[in-house]
């Protein structure tokens, strides 16, 4: 670092108003910036620039609480899975009452398969809906128990689930507002 660099970036600090040097942010700058800004914040300090840090800093730190606020919840495009989770649970049980009469010595095992699948779509319901913080990877298991069970059941449909899991696996995995829903 050289003090020449320092020492004009602070002549440059040094002649912004209060606002514009308020406006700054010193984890953004280089080292050399950093040092300047320390500079002239301690010149600064004891005038009006230190009540304008602070309501800077309280303003930056409400507009982080309302992004992530606006950012939470079950409403976007996490409707879209709790629907499927409704749904699946739906369609399980209506397919596993019509299946219980007609079990056979060749139909349990098909049968037991739906069942665990019904109750594994039941423990991700239940997470999903009160946001436990494990519910992103648990969706994953659930979308890809779901792929497994498409392609054992009719491969005619993998393209589907190869489709569902490229798009709902990233989402769960990246999207800001499940990290915000299920904190």
Not at 16 to 36: C, I, K, P, V
Not at 62 to 88: C, D, M, Y
Not at 96 to 107: D, F, K, Y
């Amino acid at each position: 670092m050289k003090q020449d660099d320092v020492e004009e970036i602070q002549r440059r600090y040094a002649a912004m108003a209060g606002e514009e040097f308020a406006l700054l942010r010193r984890e953004d700058l280089t080292n050399d910036g950093r040092a300047a800004y320390d500079r002239e914040a301690k010149r600064r300090t004891g005038t009006e620039w230190v009540a304008q840090e602070a309501s800077r800093e309280a303003e930056y730190a409400k507009r982080l609480q309302a992004e992530k606020e606006a950012l939470t919840g079950i409403s976007g495009w996490l409707i879209l899975p709790a629907i499927s989770l409704v749904a699946n649970l739906g369609i399980g049980i209506i397919g596993i009452a019509v299946n219980w009469s007609q079990l056979s010595a060749t139909a349990p095992r098909v049968s037991l398969s739906d069942t665990a699948y019904l109750t594994f779509t039941l423990l991700v319901a239940v997470a999903f809906f009160r946001k436990r913080p494990f519910v992103p990877k648990l969706m994953v298991v659930w979308i890809l128990a779901a792929v497994g069970l498409t392609i054992a059941e009719n491969a005619g449909l993998l393209f589907q689930g190869i489709v569902a899991t490229a798009i709902w696996v990233p989402y769960f995995l990246v999207s800001r507002r499940v990290r915000n829903t299920f904190a």
